[in-house]
């Protein structure tokens, strides 16, 4: 089982950017869709992001398309989120996972997840 930790959390300003980063243990990290997902205070946890394990495909919830990027760098065990224009609804914990399979948006199907990084945004 792959383990994962994410960093790059913080405070930002409404209209501002922030990167978060996903480093993975192992030496199988390419055989692994990784995915993003957030939970917000009261709210359960939902999708955000989704990559393949080639790299070449991703998917977005509809609340982030167009704001978020994901991205990830097998060659480093790491996978990125993004995150520009971001808007006080996104202020969550925001955790990666990995699938040893194709990337999904249920969460369910995620067998490995990291800690969580507090993302904050202000308004």
């Known amino acids: 089982q792959v383990q994962l930790i994410e960093s790059g959390g913080g405070l930002a300003q409404a209209g501002g950017s922030l990167r978060l980063s996903c480093a993975a243990s192992?030496?199988?990290?390419?055989?692994?869709?990784m995915g993003w997902f957030r939970q917000a205070p009261g709210k359960e946890r939902e999708f955000v992001a989704a990559?393949?394990?080639?790299?070449?495909?991703?998917y977005y919830a509809d609340s982030v398309k167009g704001r978020f990027t994901i991205s990830r760098d097998n060659a480093k065990n790491t996978v990125y989120l993004q995150m520009n224009s971001l808007k006080p609804e996104d202020t969550a914990v925001y955790y990666c996972a990995a699938r040893a399979s194709t990337y999904t948006t249920d969460q369910s199907q995620y067998n490995a997840w990291g800690q969580g990084t507090q993302v904050t945004v202000s308004s």
């Open positions: 990559i393949t394990r080639s790299g070449v495909n991703t």
């Open positions: 192992g030496r199988t990290f390419s055989s692994y869709a």
